[in-house]
Structures are given as structure tokens and as C-alpha cells.
């Protein structure tokens, strides 16, 4: 359930995720910083560095991983996504996929574990999503016992299991990101 192998990523279907998702996502500001800068010139002696951040912040949910889970739930035929989603997350990406799914207008479960960040599972929660608390078993990680909560509940429920990290389509989405940057530097 976590990360399996390295998936080769071709340039022109970023080009082609950017397309997809370009109407429905913020393009965030790159900002150059100063204070950045600075440390970088005086730690590494680099005398003409500049740093740029991509204030993904401003992004819907606050962070690039809305991106992602947009392109995804797009990239999914009409009966996929009318079974409804499902994944593991303790925030960011249960945000993602919560809001994503109320503009694509499909159901979503999110798996979290029981000490997930209590602001984050109310954010998830007040996008539409259901959630459902996971607890590991003594020395379990929290993380791997949420993804297989998430995985039997997939299995029981017909929905479809996202991965959050590890599956093209939402990488595809979240290196729109990098293309903007490209575009926003050039």
C-alpha cells in the first residue's frame, strides 16, 4: 500500500494534465526569497543565488495536492466514479480528495488515523467527505494500519481505492505544479 516503484513521468502529460486541470485550479504566485536568498549566498557561498517559492498555500485546501487529486478523479470514466472514492490520509490529500470529489460530484470515504490532525479531519469532513478512523494495533504504524483499513473497506464498499502518493494520474496532477513554475520563471 506505500509506495512500490518509480513511475517514469513524460513532460507532454503534464502538458496534458495541466490542460485538464488548469480551469478548475488556482495558479499560484512564485514568489522569489529574499530571506532565502541570503542563506543560501551566505551558507553556501553562492554569490548571485535567488530562491523562488511556489505559494501553493493560496492553492484550494492549501497545498499542491489538490491538484493531483483533481486530475485523478477527472481522468476516471462516469461508472468509476459513480461507485464513489476512497483513500488514506491524515491531511492534506483527505482534503484534496474531499473537495475534488464535491466539485466532481462523487462520494467520498477518507481513512485517517485515529490521531489525525483534528482541524485537517474537520476541513475533510466540511468539504463532504465521510471519515473513518483507523487505530493501529500495538507497534503498528498509523499510517500503514489507515491503509489497510482503507483497502478492506474498498473491497467491502466497491469504491475505488486512491493512492495518495503512488498512482500516475495523481502524480501527473501534482507536477502541473513544476510546468507552472517552468512557465512562471521563463
Known amino acids: ?29 512564485l514568489l522569489e526569497s529574499p530571506l532565502l536568498n541570503e542563506l543560501v549566498r551566505s551558507r553556501r557561498g553562492v554569490a548571485d543565488a535567488r530562491v523562488f517559492v511556489k505559494a501553493e498555500c493560496l492553492q484550494h485546501t492549501g497545498a499542491f495536492k489538490f491538484r493531483g487529486a483533481l486530475h485523478k478523479l477527472l481522468c476516471m470514466d462516469d461508472e468509476t466514479r459513480g461507485r464513489g472514492v476512497c483513500a488514506f490520509s491524515s491531511g492534506n490529500f483527505a482534503q484534496a480528495l474531499a473537495l475534488a470529489a464535491r466539485e466532481t460530484g462523487v462520494q467520498c470515504t477518507i481513512i485517517a488515523p485515529h490521531d489525525a490532525p483534528a482541524v485537517k479531519m474537520e476541513r475533510t469532513r466540511g468539504y463532504g467527505a465521510e471519515l473513518v478512523f483507523s487505530t493501529p494495533a500495538a507497534g503498528e504504524n498509523r499510517e500503514v494500519a489507515a491503509a489497510a483499513l482503507a483497502e478492506r473497506f474498498s473491497a467491502t464498499s466497491g469504491r475505488t481505492l486512491l493512492h495518495p502518493f503512488d498512482d500516475e494520474d495523481v502524480i501527473l496532477g501534482q507536477g502541473t505544479l513544476a510546468l507552472e513554475l517552468f512557465e512562471q520563471h521563463a
Not at 512500490?4 to 485538464?20: F, N, Q, S, W
Open 1 to 29: 500500500l506505500l509506495a512500490k516503484r518509480a513511475m517514469p513521468i513524460a513532460p507532454d502529460r503534464v502538458r496534458g494534465a495541466l490542460e485538464t486541470i488548469r480551469s478548475r485550479v488556482v495558479r499560484t504566485p
